[in-house]
């Protein structure tokens, strides 16, 4: 039977040093504000809309929104993170995305202020991210893996670790997070030879690959820490993640499940990173 | 008996494109010119000027040099920098760094452009570098190790590649760009636990370790191709890399030597991207 990482955990802990962060910062005279831009209503975002909004209640950090249609013009959005940026009270911006076809989205992300960008989109937050420097903010889904590593102790330096997936927002990202801490970090993709065997390499295995339990039993071996980033609706209406939960938790040491991972650390680390984002304006 | 990957011949395919290129570039109107930044006497910069402005006559690239005394200001370097930036007849800049104590290093980098930025030095290049698109250019050395391999038709999809070292000049570059590339890339340092393990692992194996003839033959097997990033002066003057060549060449299938390997190809690829940088400007 393997440890379960749960996320609630890990959320559960960050809201309590977040709401002292709080109310260290408003003692300060500054309210920890988080602007969302939103085009048009789409389920999914409406649906994590809420969950930031519920996460930013409970620890005191303010919400502005920012709705446009969907059809809005990219001038138009251009001009609402224009408005984002200026504002003083707004330390940090959440931008939907992927954008509607009609919006050049290197504009959009370009526009945006990088110590405002608390999603890690901008071109300054992948410096920041790639270089280990303090610039714009890492994507928020590889900085809750890291959370949930940190929260349940787990040593990472000199540690063999396989990251499944490269992709910008999850695999890339967290691959250099966990190379920072001094891990051993192998990448792999879809175009690596029999991954099975790379990920049994893993003493810590990030998945990422972006497949509803493509990640089977035969993949794993005892002793590992598996960090499940998928999400995903089965037929019926259930989620899962990347990994095949119930063959691979009866092999391994340690998992997270799905739902109740990765996920539900997500929207934390966005909040916190609004927080951080106005410590970092309260400094300069 | 290995093969010998050759930085020579890599050099000399690489600058009959470029003259072809230059010849492309002067006929529409445009000498392609490297602006050169350099403080003070360094022996090693001038070595390396000398280098590239020979590079640059034999390909018909133009050099404007920009000396400054090693006390010169921050704002004179800035200055410098800001003319270097706005003379649309300089096209791709190389500042010598280190810098002295007394400039802020972050500022500097700040200052450039990245579309001049043909060094890899500013945030733009990095995270041009990590995301994988068109902004700034890569690290010249992590550039050339790409180079070799491609001149000698290593296939790279697919393929297991070590890399030692992650510094941002060269390890943490490389890997992305060998990913990119499609290879499954693990990336070792100084904290990664049994490295000659790790380094047999590759079917590729980039050394940027940094020590002289530190990674010796127990750490590889047949099969192997290795690129040795390392160069250092032995007692007595003569040259050497990270690896241990007496040892590995025997054992391994392809192996760059030191002098005559990477560091031949580094140049070109500087005097590559001026090139670059000036089809870019001609285009936009």
Redesign the interface.
Known sequence: MAQILKGKEVAEALANTMKKDVEDLKAGGVVPALGIIRLGERDDDISYERGAKKRCESVGVAVKQYLLPADASQEKLLGVIHEANADRNVHGVLLFRPLPRHIDDNAVRAALLPEKDIDGIT??S??????NIS?GFPPCTAEACMAILAHYGIDL??R?VTVVG?S?VIG?PV??ML?HK?A??????T???DLPS?VREGEIVIVAAGKAEAITGEYFREGQTVIDVGIHVKEGGSLCGDVKFAEAEPVVKAITPVPGGVGTVTTCITIQHVIEAAKKALVS
Chains 1, 2 share one sequence.
């Open positions: 071109d300054g992948l410096a920041g991210v790639f270089a610039l330096a000199g063999r490269r910008l890339r691959a250099m190379m001094n051993t970090v192998t990448i792999c993709h175009k690596t030879k790379v």
